[in-house]
């Protein structure tokens, strides 16, 4: 019975029209992986690529965040991939309050209905919507927070660091992140 529960998530997240965004998109994007898994990572919002594929952080961002949980111990299928909201704003521009306001609740019957021990915030927009600080990301990431009862680690978003390759030092700041996060799940 909870399978279905989670499939209908789902399939309100891919009919939704709660937005303008949701004539823009090709595809919605719910998110994927382990849908009881202990760890759950959030993004600000599907770009291009996971727009015409239906998938989460399929790109090059994507693909460094395969790298990411795969250096962590673990495997794309045994976490779970989403995002705050889940239709691409046009020209990959940051999500507006409203539109967090209209996919607020897609999110949280997801974090409800998996409840994940850790979620990794990647980005400002994805830190900001599980804690109310507005400070950046360099001063936010690195500490646990909490939400709900669940672990929150703000870290940077995989696509600032592709397109900071030559900094090498936000590639380390970000897996020592996922160090703590690994040390908390019981991961060495």
């Given at each position: 019975?909870?399978?279905?529960?989670?499939?209908?998530?789902?399939?309100?997240?891919?009919?939704?029209?709660?937005?303008?965004?949701?004539?823009t998109?090709?595809?919605?994007?719910?998110?994927?992986?382990?849908?009881?898994?202990?760890?759950?990572?959030?993004?600000?919002?599907p770009?291009?690529?996971?727009?015409?594929?239906?998938?989460?952080?399929?790109g090059?961002?994507?693909?460094?965040?395969?790298?990411?949980?795969?250096?962590?111990?673990?495997?794309?299928?045994?976490?779970?991939?989403?995002?705050?909201?889940?239709?691409?704003?046009?020209?990959?521009?940051?999500?507006?309050?409203?539109e967090?306001?209209?996919?607020?609740?897609?999110?949280?019957?997801?974090?409800?209905?998996?409840?994940?021990?850790?979620?990794?915030?990647?980005?400002?927009?994805?830190?900001?919507?599980?804690?109310?600080?507005?400070?950046?990301?360099?001063?936010?990431?690195?500490?646990?927070?909490?939400?709900?009862?669940?672990?929150?680690m703000p870290?940077?978003?995989?696509?600032?660091?592709?397109?900071?390759?030559?900094?090498?030092?936000?590639?380390?700041l970000?897996?020592?992140?996922?160090?703590?996060?690994?040390?908390?799940?019981?991961?060495?």
């Amino acid at each position: 019975m909870e399978y279905l529960r989670k499939e209908s998530i789902e399939e309100r997240i891919l009919v939704c029209q709660n937005c303008p965004l949701s004539e823009t998109r090709n595809k919605a994007v719910p998110g994927e992986g382990n849908l009881h898994a202990d760890l759950m990572f959030v993004g600000e919002a599907p770009g291009r690529d996971e727009d015409l594929q239906g998938s989460p952080f399929v790109g090059r961002a994507g693909q460094l965040l395969t790298r990411i949980i795969h250096a962590m111990q673990y495997r794309r299928e045994e976490v779970y991939i989403t995002n705050v909201i889940k239709c691409r704003p046009p020209d990959n521009r940051t999500p507006t309050g409203e539109e967090i306001i209209k996919c607020k609740a897609f999110l949280l019957e997801q974090i409800d209905s998996i409840q994940p021990r850790v979620i990794v915030a990647l980005g400002r927009v994805a830190a900001h919507f599980f804690i109310p600080d507005k400070r950046g990301m360099t001063a936010l990431r690195g500490n646990f927070y909490e939400y709900e009862g669940i672990k929150i680690m703000p870290t940077f978003h995989p696509s600032y660091l592709v397109r900071n390759e030559q900094n090498k030092g936000l590639k380390k700041l970000v897996w020592e992140d996922m160090k703590k996060v690994m040390a908390f799940l019981g991961k060495k």
